[in-house]
């Protein structure tokens, strides 16, 4: 089993790819204090190192094959959406009193998984500009709830934002 170094910390997340998700502990540096926006630093490294993880790999058969590993290093390139669990309670990455900023309803669709929540964006542009001229590697979602569309016994999980490569994700608008 691993054992933390005095300059590390544990976090709750949750990491998504087209057929895969991962729930576990994250281990990152006590420096990084704000989890649920770390993929947008320069800090990420190549693997994310995951402790007590379940991992579950949708196949399009009505169960996931399931499994659970003391620690496994999951490559950032292949990450398509991420957020952490509670009982973390970070701060969200926006204010909202900034003006002329709008709430717009989507649906992500990532593989198997359909993510309904809401991008930020200017009052001033559509939902086309905006995927547009964002650019960034990581884009935030709010108030999302993520099923499963290859298992819908699957309970609907909500949390209050995610991280998400937009270069990867279908965008529906609701």
Known sequence: MYTLK?????????LYTRDTLVSGKLATKQHVLRVNIWLRTASVPTYMHILESHVAVFTGGS??????CPEIYFPVSELIAF?????TDEPLDYESTEANRTMQAVKAIVGTFLMKGY???STQ???EQNLEIVGAAWMSLYDVEIS??????MPV??????LLNPMRVTFAVE
Do not use: G, K, Q
């Not at 169960?63 to 659970?68: E, S």
């Open 148 to 153: 499963n569309l290859s298992v819908p016994r």
């Open 83 to 87: 957020h952490t669990m509670p009982p």
């Open 6 to 14: 005095p300059d590390e910390r544990i976090t709750p997340v949750m």
């Open 63 to 68: 169960a996931p094959i399931t499994l659970t």
């Open 125 to 127: 542009t559509d939902i």
């Open 119 to 121: 991008i930020r964006m």
């Open 157 to 162: 999980l909500r949390t209050p934002m995610l």
